[in-house]
């Protein structure tokens, strides 16, 4: 977590409020994602532009809610999954973090290959099993596209999006950050205009953040007068725990539990989200056997 202590994300509101901007730094929490699950390249690429995204998009949560955002496209890399909460907490995996494809003519990582055709779903926990999801079909595979797309066709907000992750020849992490600009409802054509004209001037954003402008100087140039409204520090952080993987191992069942005591002798369960093992002994799952074969009992009873 310390690797991610540089990064943030701010909240803006630009164009007399007709327009609220987000932008973001998370050199660190893609660095710590690339870390903890082994992301070559294209994986660092696309799980960070991820979560560079949802990171803003939680900004705009409230208090005690969740969003889980999931990329699933048919390429290589299979499904991308990034959850966050309304304090600055990021968590995300991708399916196959060992995927290599050459670099496309223009030099860059080849992450819509990699990520291929298919669907970007929005899911957002708002407590008290209330849910909304949204969803939409895949553009282009680059991420900040589809996510764009999906504001436009899910949300029927105007948005840009842009999100990068610059990934150095030895796969170091150099930097990575993102903007998210929407238009709101009072906005004119001429404002769709301005953005557009700033958008094509600014360029790479990864660039940018290479050379050390801040998210506050990225919307500056992006879109008329930002002011700032919050700041909000960003993690990389894990909800799972002991207790949590040990309810799903006695959701297994009886028979699973038992499998595993006979074939392995133990048991020992990885955590999608933030590759940590947890190790049952024998006597562990001997208890929780006990547990569960007295659950069936009363179930049967
Ligand atoms: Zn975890």
């Known amino acids: 977590m ?14 007399d409020g007709r327009a609220r901007a987000f932008a973001c730094i998370t050199t660190g929490l893609v660095s710590e994602l690339q870390r903890r699950h082994g992301l070559w390249p294209v994986a660092t690429a696309a799980l960070g532009r991820t979560a560079s995204i949802a990171a803003m998009m939680g900004m705009m949560l409230k208090e005690q809610e969740r969003l889980t955002v999931r990329v699933r496209g048919d390429g290589p890399l299979g499904a991308i999954t990034v959850d966050t909460d309304s304090n600055g907490h990021v968590r995300g995996y991708v399916e196959n973090p060992h995927v290599h494809l050459p670099a496309t003519p223009t030099g860059k990582l080849d992450v819509g290959r990699a990520v ?9 926990d708002m407590g008290l099993r209330d849910y909304y999801q949204g969803s939409c079909a895949l553009q282009t595979g680059e991420i ?14 105007p948005s840009a ?4 992750v610059l990934v150095d020849v030895d796969n170091k992490v150099l930097t990575a ?8 409802p ?6 769709a205009d301005e953005l557009e004209r700033r958008l094509a001037k600014v360029g790479s954003v990864t660039k940018l953040l290479q050379e050390g402008v801040t998210p506050a100087g990225l919307l500056e140039q992006l879109v008329p007068g930002p002011t700032v409204l919050e700041t909000r520090r960003l993690s990389f952080r894990c909800t799972c725990s002991r207790e949590r993987l040990s309810g799903i191992l006695r959701q297994l069942g009886a028979a ?17 989200f933030c590759s940590t093992v947890y190790r049952f002994t024998a006597e562990e799952l001997q208890e929780l056997l006990n547990g569960a074969g007295g659950g069936d009992h009363a179930d049967s009873g």
């Open 2 to 15: 310390a690797a991610s202590a540089d990064d943030y994300a701010i909240r803006t509101m630009a164009l």
């Open 116 to 124: 291929g055709r298919g669907m970007l779903y929005v899911i957002r």
């Open 144 to 157: 900040a596209d589809d996510f764009t797309y999906y504001f436009a066709v899910s949300e029927q907000v």
């Open 161 to 164: 999006v842009g999100a990068g």
């Open 177 to 184: 950050g993102g903007f998210l600009i929407q238009l709101l």
């Open 186 to 191: 009072g906005h004119v054509p001429e404002d």
């Open 256 to 272: 699973e539990i038992e499998a595993m005591l006979r074939e392995q002798g133990g048991a020992e369960v990885v955590c999608h």
